[in-house]
């Protein structure tokens, strides 16, 4: 079983942050539920919709398109194989056809303009999650139908073995790999969560009960440390852990109000969890170590969240909700492996500089933070921080690239108490 060093890795922080802005809300709000999100390079992102609909967003999420696939059901799942492939799963309840119930998946092969609906129309099967771990191989996963496997790039599909008689019919939710080991998630409410486990490439996968909820995402921080997330209506949000590559599970209870179906990285800190109904995320700034809980801008029912990259990230959810990460905040890193005994400020690093330095700050536990520039007349030249902090080491990048040459001040302000400030020479 884990040690219980690894169950002290994963305590919460229990303080709720309502002031960062860390997620800025769009004007485009399309009036539909907004249910999965995807991207098939940096600055495309693509969005699965209700009644049948696509977005798609060319420039990293900052205006949108819409686009109908040719069906009226709801599109739970959407991946990309490539810029040009991608992949759509739609659930069909006698919408588009009142004899069917099952689901239909969905092809484009021109960057989501055009859907072919009728590449793989299945009845009485609901998948739930298509993902390609590279150009050829991809796994398809659902209720009814457990895993199946495709070895060029979806144009035939097979069921792989699973070793189970107990979980034989347990809907599986989703699946990520990491070499070849791979780790599928799922389970039914009310009775078991279910980790599937495969060391060959999906030949064949081995079953274990790991949760009392579902579990709808996995991330791997490496081969060994595994985070499984889900939950249900009654218990709300937890995560299964796991220190030795998926072989044994610790399940933790978050006890926050609501369901996490997905877990993002930023970066390999920086962690977001959307809980949906609970209308808020958890967040780690410490690859896991400690997590926050976060209010969504309006109180947005966040589903899912996806970054192309530490700059590009994007939420959705109900009511058109579509969050933008805000890349203020980009270059606010948080180091924190071993978490400080105090507050501290240091001095900047280069200095003298131009046009660029980092101003380093320690905290030691959750803090109120205002980080500010002055100039030689007091005058406030410019905001670098101003919110709820966790706990950790921060490196904040200040460019005074639009700033004349001579002598800057920097203030850090930390909860009540704790006021510091420091000088640093701008050359040019």
């Not at 992102?45 to 069906?71: E, M, P, V």
């Not at 194989?81 to 739609?90: D, E, H, K, P």
């Not at 771990?133 to 073995?161: K, M, P, Y």
Request: with cysteine; aromatic share 14%.
């Amino acid at each position: 079983m884990i040690k219980s060093i690894f169950l002290i890795l994963f305590l919460l922080v229990s303080c709720t942050v309502k002031s960062q802005n860390y997620w800025l809300r769009s004007s485009f709000t399309p009036p539909m539920t907004l249910n999965k999100a995807a991207y098939s390079d940096s600055l495309n992102f693509y969005i699965a919709a209700d009644s049948g609909k696509i977005l798609r967003s060319t420039d990293a999420g900052i205006s949108w398109s819409t686009y109908n696939t040719g069906i009226l059901s709801n599109i739970i799942d959407i991946t990309f194989l490539n810029v040009s492939t991608g992949f759509a799963i739609a659930w069909e309840f006698g919408l588009n056809n009142p004899n069917f119930i099952g689901s239909i998946v969905l092809k484009t092969t021109n960057a989501g303009v055009s859907w072919n609906p009728n590449y793989k129309v299945d009845t009485n099967v609901f998948y739930s999650r298509m993902k390609f771990v590279n150009n050829t191989q991809g796994f398809l996963v659902g209720e009814g139908v457990g895993i199946l496997r495709t070895s060029n790039a979806g144009d035939t599909w097979a069921a792989d073995h699973i070793d189970s008689a107990t979980f034989y019919d347990f809907p599986v939710r989703n699946i990520k790999t990491y070499g070849n080991v791979g780790l599928a998630c799922g389970g039914w409410i009310d009775i078991q969560g279910v980790i599937w486990r495969t060391t060959n490439n999906g030949v064949n996968w081995i079953a274990k009960g790991v949760s009392p909820e579902p579990l709808y995402d996995i991330h791997y921080f490496d081969a060994n440390r595994i985070i499984a997330v889900g939950g249900d209506f009654e218990y709300g949000a937890s995560m299964a852990v796991s220190s030795n590559g998926g072989i044994d599970w610790e399940y933790i209870a978050l006890e926050e109000f609501g369901i996490a179906q997905a877990l993002a990285f930023r970066t390999p800190s920086e962690g977001w969890m959307p809980l949906g109904i609970g209308q808020k995320f958890f967040y780690t700034m410490n690859g896991g170590a400690n997590w926050t809980s976060w209010l969504t801008p309006n109180g947005e029912v966040i589903f899912d969240a996806v970054f192309s990259n530490k700059r590009n990230g994007i939420a959705v959810g109900k009511n058109g909700a579509i969050l933008k990460f805000n890349t203020a905040y980009v270059n606010v890193e948080n180091t924190g492996e071993v978490l400080p005994s105090e507050i501290s400020l240091k001095q900047n690093y280069p200095n003298p500089f131009n046009p660029e330095t980092v101003i380093t700050f320690t905290l030691q536990k959750p803090e109120y933070v205002s980080l500010k520039i002055f100039d030689m007349l007091g005058r406030e030249v410019k905001i670098l921080i101003d919110g709820m902090k966790p706990p950790g080491e921060y490196k904040m990048k200040f460019s005074a690239k639009e700033l004349p040459a001579g002598i800057y001040y920097y203030t850090l302000r930390a909860g009540e108490n704790f006021r510091q400030t420091k000088k640093m020479a701008l050359v040019k």
